[in-house]
């Protein structure tokens, strides 16, 4: 019978069977013998991935580097003894919901996520802080002593702060950030799909930096697009040089030869350039160019005209189509000669020919998808402040992120977008809202740190609190909407809950005394393994955690022979973390026939039912996996 880790995947260890598909930022460029550039492996990243400590050799190549980049990818790799925490007081349809609100800082969550959510995720946007002087950013300070490591994991100060204000005065303006942000897309790149991609909101101040390390991580031919957002509708005219209105959007896909976006909806303004000057019984039409500069050997001959004007490409110019295919186009009444057939002929396309949608493009007006105070107005749609100076002035708003969100799912699928710098969870709400509008059935995952606000608000004191202010709000309402509605049913309820996690310690006691400090009245605290204050359902989480689970999964409870036991997706996994558990309790669990089953391993009445389970469970349902925590 084995028994779960209870922590986090190690992927230094990981790494090593998983060279070639996981490391596209260990290919680099270097000079051969001739002096021509090539690919070329970088080995010097290459043992840094595979080592738990810090290695040097740096070499003359093409690369971004800074103070700190090895520490920032060893932060990435180092294991952490952390625990999501389940919170149901603060969740919204727990039971039903498949949504996830992460409270604590994003690294540990992305690294408490690895195995669960590992190539499952479509889509992933996130907005980190921007890189102003005036922002507060997260502080991974890594250095520690054995003592603090499962206390800290790696993330806090000698203080216990969080963030840190990365000024000019720090000395590391550009280096402190690049180290912050380089882990996290790290191991975000591992939680994509194949098919997956990844949106990042950012400005001038880091837009190439961002684009470099994306870059090393995703490989750059896997980069899409960079689309410039305008966020303001009017010129600032303090402004000191330039009135800067717009922002980025990075766009970077896992596999960008297979990655396809959506295709957005068409507007009224483009149906309406389609018109019907001939009456043409297959209705609207546009007109299109029929010839082209590329070399066609089929392509240079004479048209006539229906009125005997005679028409030629042109110099350097070249029909689209061959002779043959022309007169079958005019025989089908494809081109157009004008209205007194004298003009240079031009093909015919109809509206009802044309795909069900428009190619997304680089330039997104704010008249589309919405600016900065129409983001702020909305927050404050579903969350009261009495102290302005809280209100958040990065927010972005929900039909930016619906755009964004459109073109990287399917409405059809069971798509998982994430959002690990959350702030005010805009992202949850235009996944709900997208959802509202096609039918769609995506689902979020959110992450936020719980950053203090600058003034104290009623019911809520960091951004966290706020962010899960505005979906309960958002929810109320959408409910009160529906409920308003005739004809609503509850087969196509749309899914407005999120089940609350909050990144805690493990739930395991922790042990650190070297074997000459351990004495007699100290064995007795060991004989239970469990910390004192967690929950069953604590335990069954990180079980879920630690075995690769959606932790989206409905869950249900049953009392078999007077022991609590829980069920996670029918038979998939099934739990129990009472005491005295004794053989005719094991007989009666043995019936479910469950894919994988956990007990508590000072749960057992006794060590020979202990031994007796696996047998039990071998003869009666052999196909059951069985461990213990």
Not at 149 to 161: K, L, M, P, V
């Amino acid at each position: 019978m084995d028994k779960l880790k209870m922590h986090s995947q190690n992927l230094t260890e990981a790494n090593i069977d998983k060279l070639a598909a996981l490391f596209p930022n260990c290919i680099t460029e270097a000079r051969d013998a001739a002096g021509e550039l090539k690919k070329a492996i970088d080995f010097d990243l290459l043992r840094q991935e595979l080592s738990s400590s810090i290695v040097d050799g740096p070499q003359e190549r093409y690369q971004l580097n800074w103070p700190g980049k090895r520490e920032a990818l060893l932060m990435a790799n180092a294991p952490i003894a952390k625990t999501l925490r389940p919170f149901r007081g603060e969740s919204i349809d727990f039971d039903s919901t498949r949504n996830l609100f992460i409270e604590g800082d994003n690294l540990e969550a992305l690294k408490l996520l690895q195995e669960v959510y590992l190539n499952r995720v479509k889509m992933i946007y996130i907005d980190p802080p921007y890189n102003t002087g005036n922002d507060f950013i997260y502080d991974d300070d890594f250095s520690e002593n054995s003592e603090a490591y499962f206390e800290r994991s790696n993330q806090q100060d000698a203080t216990g702060r969080r963030l840190v204000a990365n000024t000019e005065a720090n000395g590391r303006f550009h280096s402190d950030w690049l180290s912050m942000m380089y882990p996290r897309i790290k191991l975000a790149w591992n939680l994509l799909k194949d098919d997956g991609s990844l949106f990042i909101s950012i400005d001038d101040n880091e837009v190439d930096s961002l684009k470099k390390i994306c870059d090393e991580i995703f490989g750059a031919q896997n980069f899409v697009a960079t689309v410039i957002w305008q966020k303001v509708y009017a010129p600032k005219n303090s402004a000191k040089h330039f009135s800067e209105d717009h922002d980025y959007i990075v766009i970077y896909a896992k596999n960008a030869a297979s990655w396809t976006p959506t295709l957005l909806d068409r507007t009224a303004e483009q149906d309406a350039l389609y018109k019907n000057p001939d009456q043409d019984a297959r209705g609207p039409w546009m007109s299109d160019n029929l010839t082209a500069r590329n070399a066609y050997a089929d392509g240079q001959y004479e048209v006539e005209g229906p009125t005997g004007k005679v028409f030629v490409p042109g110099r350097g110019l070249y029909w689209r189509h061959s002779k043959a295919n022309f007169e079958k186009l005019i025989a089908d009444n494809r081109i157009w000669w004008g209205a007194d057939g004298n003009n240079m002929p031009r093909l015919k396309r109809f509206l009802s020919e044309v795909s069900g949608g428009r190619v997304p493009q680089t330039l997104w007006s704010y008249k589309e998808v919405g600016h900065t105070q129409e983001a702020k107005r909305e927050l404050l749609d579903y969350v009261s402040f009495k102290n302005t100076e809280n209100v958040l002035n990065s927010v972005k708003p929900t039909k930016l992120l619906k755009r964004a969100i459109k073109i990287a799912t399917s409405a059809n699928s069971d798509d998982i977008v994430m959002d690990f710098f959350a702030g005010s969870a805009p992202a949850g709400q235009a996944v709900v809202a997208l959802n509202m509008e096609d039918g769609g059935n995506r689902r979020y995952i959110l992450v936020q740190i719980p950053e203090v606000l600058p003034a104290p608000e009623d019911g809520f004191e960091t951004i966290a609190d706020l962010a899960k202010s505005r979906l309960r709000n958002f929810s109320a309402k959408v409910e009160s909407d529906s409920n308003s509605q005739e004809g609503s049913s509850d087969d196509l309820k749309l899914d407005v809950g999120f089940r609350y996690f909050k990144i805690d310690t493990s739930n395991m006691n922790e042990v650190y005394y070297i074997p000459d400090a351990v004495r007699q009245d100290l064995l007795s605290d060991q004989v239970d393994n469990i910390r004192e204050d967690r929950t069953a359902e604590d335990l069954l989480f990180q079980v879920l955690l630690d075995w690769g689970v959606d932790l989206a999964l409905p869950i249900t409870q049953q009392i078999i022979a007077g022991k609590t036991v829980y069920f996670v997706d029918g038979n998939a996994l099934v739990a129990c973390f009472d005491i005295g558990i004794d053989e005719d309790f094991i007989k009666q669990l043995v019936g479910h026939k469950p894919l994988r089953v956990v007990f508590r391993d000072a749960g057992f009445a006794s060590d020979s039912v202990k031994i007796n389970v696996g047998q039990m469970f071998k003869l009666l349902s052999p196909a059951t996996e069985i461990k213990t925590l």
